[in-house]
């Protein structure tokens, strides 16, 4: 995906017809969507489309079944099925035609020539689409930044998130926070014009309350950013411990084909190896990584880095530890280095005592190499649930939002001291602190001039949608 091609501002102010392949296009498939968004008549395309059987113009949101022309030569471009939204009731609040055709990618770069051509129409830009629904009131600020999180989610507990965001439930959120803004800005003017009226200590009492009440709210949205991003839009899993335990063994096992270089010479594993896993129809990334030990080169020295830096980035870890000639104290030292999420124990004997091993309070397994009998898919289903259990906490996943919110935070202490402080002889001092408030939370919900905000949101749509 590359950089936009456009401003936001640009957009807004663009009356033009446009159009977009809306599905993959590169390669052969069974069906590509064309989609055609703008105030255009119905029968406008009628040189080019052309209603199989005794039918008039397309009937709004039927599927009619149509040959497909080159108003050039008459010549038939395609067979497909077309319907028609009609505005205001369609995704962008613009009419808009859906041509199915099949999926030939010369099929589809014909027929935007065609209509790119004949009708003056223009290839939408990315994001162009759903910057319409926006400017037409059809989607609001956090359900464009939800769409944006559902079409690159790779986790289902992601798809989840991006869902209710999509359906406006953080928007509701982010609402009620504006409106303990509106009341607590309520309360500041009846102290300021009506104090008199009401009391002062009334008044002083109302400031306070709606104060503590708006507190909580971003509190309570900061206390959702305290997750890396990292951990929860693209979670990965680092298979850590000292050389020689078995991490490439165990991380070829995982994967179900060879990929990690195995051998009985310690630190064979030099840098870190990351591949793509699916459990439960979640993406992760396995890390294999290089041995923690005293480094015997400056190569070595580079591998072990990464794998502290991988260790200190992963949402989940698997320590690994050999118990041939088992050291309690080196099997301290990993599992401080940073709590795992669960233990795999190699190279175990029949006759070992494991009741000298050390207490320890996640899963843990033994196994023998090369034999490896436990159950993998078991075995990979603690780290979903983990994600699941992160996931739980109802993170904020859009960084755009996390600023705000991090700035909203940021200004409690200073303003609270002006509250406790001041309000009663000097409310120009609240007032003006508490704009710094209004000025972010109206950024959040996006009742600002969003013309940044949008080129930063839209900066990663594809084109199509």
Known sequence: MGPLQFTALDLIKLEDTIIACATPSSSAMGLSVLRISGFFPNNQFSSVL????????????VATLTKIYDPKDSSVIDTGIVIFYPAPFSFTGENILEISVHGNPRIVDRLIDVFTSYFSLRVASPGEFTLRAYKNKKLNLSQVEGLDLLLHATTQPLIKVS??????????EFLDLKNSFDRHQAAIDILTDF???????DA??????????????IISFYNRCSLPLSHLLKPTIVLFGPPNAGKSTLFNFLLGFKRSIVSDI???????????????ASEYFLIDTAGIREAVDDIEDEGIYFTRKNLNDAISSILVFSLENFDPHLFNYFYNLKKPSAIVFTHTKNDYDFNTL???????????????????????????????????????????QRVEIIKLFGYIADYEKALMSEFSTDLAIISTLFNQFRYSANNLIGYVDVDEILNYVFSNFCIGK
């Open 204 to 217: 002083n009492k109302l400031l306070i309350s709606t104060w503590y009440e708006m507190k909580s709210l």
């Open 195 to 201: 104090s008199e009226d009401i009391g002062e200590k």
């Open 163 to 172: 869902q209710h965001m999509l359906e406006g439930n953080l928007h509701k």
């Open 266 to 280: 310690p630190g064979t594993t030099r840098d870190y190896v990351k591949e793509s896993i699916f459990i439960n």
């Open 358 to 400: 050390p207490n320890v309070t996640c899963p843990v397994f033994f196994v023998n190499f090369p034999d490896i009998i436990f159950d993998k898919q078991a075995f990979l289903s603690i780290f979903d649930d983990l994600l699941i259990d992160y996931f739980s906490t109802n993170p904020l996943l859009i960084e755009r």
């Open 50 to 61: 052309t209603p199989i059987g005794p039918i008039g113009p397309f009937s709004p949101r």
